[in-house]
């Protein structure tokens, strides 16, 4: 994706409250003198994961369109379902619309 399509992706799925987040978790880590301050496509997918434990349950799903979107996470096939083996869990990482998505290893930051 070009730099152009990954901002028209960002703007279509996310929310005024969820930039907001992005802005609080950036200077968080600029304040915090964190290694690598977190980065707008990496924001996306720390807020997804904490939105349970931190009552953002809401921004959850738009975290996870853009993720999608961005090619973070990709759909599974059943055949794919019915091949992965886990000692525990799912074999997916979440299911959005009946979808179930896994993180690709094939991402560029």
């Known amino acids: 994706m070009t730099k152009k399509e990954i901002i028209k992706t960002i703007k279509k799925h996310s929310t005024p409250e969820m930039w907001s987040r992005i802005i609080d978790l950036h200077e968080t880590s600029i304040k915090e003198e964190w290694d690598e301050p977190y ?21 959850q799903t738009p975290c996870r369109k853009v993720n999608i979107a961005l ?25 959005l619309g009946g979808v179930a998505y896994r993180f690709s290893h094939h991402v560029n930051s």
């Open 71 to 95: 090619g973070v996470y990709v759909p599974m096939t059943q055949e794919q379902i019915d091949n992965t083996v886990v000692s525990h869990g799912k074999k997916w990482d979440f299911k």
């Open 39 to 59: 980065s707008i496509k990496d924001s996306f997918d720390h807020i997804d994961d904490q939105s349970d434990e931190h009552g953002h349950k809401h921004l």
